[in-house]
C-alpha cells in the first residue's frame, strides 16, 4: 500500500537538517567496490507490507546538529573510507540531502544512494551529484509472476544498468503479518536459478541473494 507522499520545502541558507536513524560506519557491501559509511535517514512516504525497517518509516525533522556529526565522521575518514552512501527510510523525502551530498563531494568522497524512487523528479535532480544508486523495487510472489521480474530486468539492463541483484524476501520482521506467510505458489530456487542464468549475460553482475 502507498501512503501520501510527503513533500518537504528545502531550507536554502539554514543549517542542514537530516534526521539520522543509524549510522554504518563500514560497510562493503553497501556500495560496489568500496568502503563506505551508509547513513539510515528516518522516514518514508511509502507503507510497504513486506517493509523490515518500519522503526525507520515515521517522518521527523532533523535537528541541525546530526548533519554536522555525520560531516567530522566523514571528514576523519576512519578505515579507509572512500564512500557514503545514504539510505533509509527514503533518503530522498529530505529536501536538504542534496546539500548534504554536495558536502560530501566536496570531501573527496564517492556517493551513493539507496531510495525506491518514490520522488522521481528529486532523483532525476540528485543522479549529476552521485556516483551510484541503488535502485529496490520489491513485491511478492503473488504480486508479480517470475516472467514480469524477467522483464523488468532486461529493460533495465536495455536503460544502461550494469549490477543487479534479486534477493527472496525475508519475512521475519514484515510489517504487515501477512506478509510474514508463505506465499503459496511460489517460484521454486531451481526456477530462479533458471532465471538468473538467462539473465547473466545482460549484466556485468548479478546476484541471487537468499
Ligand atoms: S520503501 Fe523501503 S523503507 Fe519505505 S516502507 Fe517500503 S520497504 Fe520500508
Do not use: N
Not at 510497504?48 to 546538529?65: D, H, I, L, T
Not at 556517493?111 to 532523483?123: E, M
Not at 536503460?159 to 506478509?179: F, K, N, S, T, W
Request: glycine letters at 8%; proline letters at 9%; one cysteine or more.
Amino acid at each position: 500500500m502507498i501512503g501520501p507522499l510527503l513533500r518537504l520545502e528545502p531550507a536554502e541558507g539554514a543549517d542542514i537538517r537530516l534526521p539520522v536513524a543509524s549510522l554504518t560506519a563500514s560497510s562493503t557491501l553497501d556500495f560496489p567496490g568500496r568502503r563506505a559509511a551508509v547513513i539510515h535517514l528516518q522516514g518514508c512516504p511509502l507503507q510497504c507490507g513486506y517493509c523490515e525497517v518500519s522503526e525507520m518509516a515515521s517522518p521527523r525533522r532533523g535537528e541541525p546538529g546530526e548533519w554536522e556529526a555525520m560531516r567530522a565522521f566523514l571528514e576523519a575518514r576512519p578505515d579507509g573510507l572512500d564512500a557514503v552512501v545514504f539510505s533509509g527510510g527514503e533518503p530522498t523525502l529530505h529536501a536538504d540531502l542534496p546539500r548534504a551530498l554536495e558536502q560530501a563531494r566536496e570531501m573527496g568522497l564517492a556517493v551513493g544512494l539507496h531510495t525506491a524512487g518514490p520522488y522521481p523528479d528529486r532523483l532525476a535532480a540528485l543522479l549529476p551529484r552521485l556516483d551510484w544508486v541503488a535502485l529496490d523495487v520489491k513485491g511478492r510472489g503473488r504480486d508479480f509472476a517470475l516472467e514480469d521480474l524477467e522483464r523488468l530486468a532486461m529493460t533495465l539492463a536495455d536503460c544502461g544498468v550494469r549490477l543487479y541483484a534479486i534477493q527472496v524476501a525475508r519475512v521475519e520482521r514484515c510489517r504487515d503479518p501477512d506478509y510474514c506467510l508463505p506465499v503459496a505458489g511460489a517460484p521454486p530456487r531451481e526456477a530462479l536459478e533458471a532465471l538468473v542464468r538467462r539473465l547473466r549475460p545482460h549484466f556485468e553482475r548479478l546476484e541471487l541473494r537468499h
